[in-house]
């Protein structure tokens, strides 16, 4: 079996030790005689599962008690309009940082249901770094401050917050959740679609404030209503019930590894490695040059030519190191480093970059 190191910006890796222990359990789930995949999800075993994974995710978030946790679908664009539909509750109006392609799609859906005022953007920057924020231009009355914490695609990220007072912080944290430690009682609610840092496509964790929920406006279809699935302890209807077991699986597996800390030190090695091999090289050049900004889960570069883009990317994949091609909006390439990319994978395609670069003098 030849498992690549794949450097997908999601669906991401996923660590080797979760996909045997699926493996193992796959036809037959501790003496059920079923795959979790063929169980009800009202049955014991899978409420056992979705409870596990609860437990996990609060613990190793440290995760206050005031807060709900849910899973649920839609992935995180749905919770674009959902964050408004259920949060503006008051004035109807929130600010948003424009920081890249995700909040500019955030923005666009929020604006059907309320005022939406963009304080800051880098827009005019191609998103290569955070733009600065001025709390004079934050609205007193807003009903929520939304901000992507983790550019995917341009890779950037927030290392400070920005301070919000009384606003409720919301947060898109699709690729960094978990990759380092956040203080959870700073953010009104947080959500992230599973498949760059939790588990398979179908889940999206959303973590909200207690008092948060249950103001949600009057058109805001039943099953996207927090509420609902609060209640319901994200049991109203069915629920992806395989992804929400990998996903357990995925939280037990860095609680074992020894937690989001620990975690979060071997990625920033594993970024600075790779930022490292980048500045320190002639032909690779990062678009976020600014090392404040720069994301230590989605690292993008480039060659001088998309020429060289293309036969970097071709001779990588025949060593094992794929999908390192940029997002098709900004070209070039680039290497998601989530929690389950092994040091090795980094490791590796360092010395491939270095190797490519001896052999291609520009
Ligand atoms: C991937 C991603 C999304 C979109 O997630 P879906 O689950 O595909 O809807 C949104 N925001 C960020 C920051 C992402 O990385």
Redesign the pocket.
């Known amino acids: 079996m030849a498992r690549v190191f794949n450097f997908s910006a ?1 669906p991401a890796m996923l660590p080797e030790p979760v996909l045997k222990k699926a493996a193992e359990e796959m036809l037959d789930y501790k003496g059920s005689g079923m795959s979790v995949m063929e169980m009800s999800h009202r049955s014991k075993p899978f409420e056992e599962i979705i409870k596990g994974a609860e437990a996990t995710l609060r613990e190793i978030m440290g995760i206050p008690d005031n807060y709900y946790v849910l899973f649920l679908q839609g ?3 749905l919770q674009f309009a959902m964050v408004p539909l259920n949060l503006f509750n008051n004035s109807k109006k929130a600010d948003y940082v424009n920081t890249g392609t ?1 909040s500019k799609k955030a923005i666009s859906e929020a604006k059907k249901y309320g005022t939406v005022n963009v304080v800051a953007s880098s827009e005019n920057q191609k998103f290569a770094e955070i733009p600065a924020l001025d709390p004079a231009m934050f609205s007193k009355d807003a009903d929520y401050f939304h901000i ?1 914490t ?1 550019n ?1 695609i341009e890779g950037t990220v927030f290392k400070d917050l920005p301070a919000t007072g009384t606003v409720p912080l919301v947060a ?1 944290m ?2 960094n959740i978990l990759s380092e430690a956040v203080d959870v009682s700073k953010f009104g609610l947080i959500y992230a ?1 599973a ?2 840092n939790i588990g398979p ?1 179908g889940v ?1 964790v959303v973590i909200v404030r207690k008092d948060l929920v249950g103001k949600a406006l009057p058109i805001t279809p039943t099953l996207l209503d927090y509420k609902i699935h609060a209640e319901n302890e994200s049991l109203y209807n069915t629920p992806p019930c395989y992804a929400v077991y990998i996903a357990k699986l995925v939280f037990e597996w860095v609680k074992s590894e020894g937690g989001v800390k620990a975690i979060a030190e071997r990625n920033l090695m594993k970024a600075n490695m790779l930022y490292k091999a980048i500045d320190g090289s002639k032909l690779y050049k990062a678009p976020v040059t600014n090392p404040k900004f720069r994301s230590i889960m989605n690292v993008p570069f480039a060659l001088p030519t998309e020429e060289l883009d293309e036969k970097f990317l071709g001779e990588a994949k025949k060593v094992g190191l794929t999908t390192l091609k940029g997002h098709r909006s900004v070209g070039g390439c680039r290497a998601s480093i989530y929690n389950a990319m092994p040091v090795e994978g980094v490791k590796k395609l360092v010395e491939f970059m270095k190797d490519f670069e001896a052999k291609n003098k520009v």
């Open positions: 999601g992935g995180a664009s995700w992507t983790n995917t898109d699709s690729s679609g498949q760059k496509a999206t």
